[in-house]
Every structure is written in C-alpha cells, then in structure tokens.
C-alpha cells in the first residue's frame, strides 16, 4: 500500500503541474474569473478521475504522458461539476474539498461563470492531446462529451434533484449513479486506453472495469456520508441525509450497501484479466478505494 500511496502522489503531482500550465493565470484578464476557475481546481482532491486515466494507458502498454491532457479534461469537467453541485440553487453546500465553496468566497454569479469556463477550457484543452494510430482529437471529444451530456454527467444530477425526498427503488438509484458518477469515471479509463491505442475488446475491458468500479465509489461515498465526519471528509458530512437525497444506506441499508460495494468491486477486478499484469494499479487503486476513509 505504500507503494500505491507513493504512486498516487507522484501522479497527483503530473497532474497539478499540467494544470498549472494549462489553465489561465490568475493574473490574465479578466483575473476574478481566473481566480474563480483556480480555486476549486487547486483546493486539493484526490484526482482519481486523471490518475484512472493514467493508469488504464499504462495498463494498455501506451506512455501515461501521452494521456496527460486528456486527464487534465476529466479533472476539470469534474471540478466545474463540483462547483455547479455546490451552487445554492443545487445542493447548496458551503464546503468542498475542505475549502470554502467557489461561490461563497466568488459569489454565486462568478461561480456560475467559473463553472462554464472550465467546462469549455476541458475542451480547449483536450484538443491538445497527440493523436495516434487509431483514435484522432474527435474521438477524445466524442467520449469526454457523450460522457458530460445530459444523458450522462447532467442527466443524473437532474435524477439525482428529482429523486430527493422520495423512494427510489434499488434500479432507479443505480441508474442514478451509472449516469451521475461511473459516466465520467469510465470515461477517463477509455480516454487514457485511447491514448494508447487500446483495441476494441481493451475498450471495452476498461468500460466494464469504470461501470463497476464507479458504483462502488459511490457506495463507499454515500456510506462515509453517513459515517464519517465534516473534518474528515473535507465537506459536510450528513448532507445526503438532511436533503433527504436517494443513496445507497437510505435504500439497502448499511450492511446491505457495505456488501454492494464489495460486490461491485469484486465485478470489477475480473474485468482487468485480460490486461494481465499490466493493470497492477488499477487492481491496487480498486482496492484502495473500497477500503479508503475519506
């Protein structure tokens, strides 16, 4: 594990120093809209969507290098999410990542703005990345935007406002989550596979292993909701409950969701055989999320 630790670390660190490369400086005009994209981008996190991403091109036999930028697009298509969630019209939360929320220290107007701008610098961005053999720069759009659109990214956040204060059943809340959660999170494993030229039948591998993998982080997120405190979690512990938003505790219970995410977990290990040794971090960073605290 403290070689996994380490490894996360030194991927964190590829993934901050392109950020800080890609992203405008907050002194480039207009510089409060710079600041506002900066802050939740650099407010900390554990960069799971990018290093996936990395990881799923090692495990594919491409260079992770090739795939940076296209980590960098997850990560900020994720982030402008966050500050979106975070807005009082939405979720309405005043911390994120252990930090005050864009909007409370930007403004709500600025971190409405904020939010747009990272969501098209994703795409700016992406059109960066070194084409190869197979896939071409239209590709990589086509998969970060299909994943984003309202059918995916969006479309679960509005399943996820409908289905507050009432019973969803076990299937509508999985297909909540396929949308809201393991959408984008698969979609940083195919990208970083893409980047490496990965076969179809590797695509699809990786699909299996982010459908999977990606309920199970949502699992384990809406238990530690529950279990764990504000300090700890780095946002407001207990939110889920007092919006009275469908999660899985609320729908299975704490064992039955505690057995759901190994289960789902176990469904997404098999799904890394035909990688064989190579997808050694994914396996690690499987397990590492189904047993992490925060």
């Avoid at 998969?143 to 059943?169: K, N, P």
């Amino acid at each position: 594990m403290s070689d996994l630790k380490a490894y996360l670390r030194e991927q964190q660190r590829v993934i901050d120093a392109a950020l800080q490369r890609l992203l405008p400086r907050s002194s480039v005009r207009p510089s409060a809209l710079h600041r506002a994209m900066r802050h939740p981008v650099f407010a900390g996190g554990k960069r799971l969507r990018p290093i996936l991403c990395l990881a799923a091109a090692e495990a594919c036999g491409g260079d992770p290098a090739r795939a940076v930028t296209l980590a960098c697009a997850v990560e900020l298509i994720h982030t402008y999410s966050l500050v979106h969630d975070d807005l009082p019209c939405m979720d309405d939360d005043d911390l994120r990542r252990g930090k005050p929320t864009t909007h409370v220290v930007f403004g709500e107007n600025m971190a409405v703005l904020a939010g747009d701008a990272l969501l098209t610098e994703a795409f700016a961005i992406i059109a960066q990345t070194p084409e190869c053999k197979k896939y071409r720069v239209g590709d990589y759009v086509t998969e970060l935007a299909f994943a984003s659109d309202s059918r995916r990214l969006i479309g679960g956040q509005v399943m996820d406002l409908e289905g507050e204060g009432t019973a969803l059943t076990r299937a509508q809340l999985v297909r909540v989550h396929e949308a809201k959660t393991a959408a984008l999170l698969t979609s940083s494993l195919r990208l970083g596979g893409m980047s490496a030229n990965a076969s179809s039948a590797k695509l699809q591998a990786l699909t299996d292993f982010g459908k999977s993998l990606g309920l199970a982080f949502q699992v384990i997120d809406d238990l530690l909701d529950v279990t764990q405190s504000t300090e700890k979690l780095g946002k407001t512990a207990g939110k889920d409950a007092a919006a009275k938003k469908a999660t899985y505790p609320a729908v299975l219970g704490l064992k039955k969701s505690k057995q759901e995410a190994h289960r789902l977990t176990r469904k997404a290990l098999s799904a890394l055989q035909p990688f064989g040794r190579r997808a050694a971090r994914l396996d690690q960073i499987a397990h590492y999320l189904l047993d992490r605290d925060y």
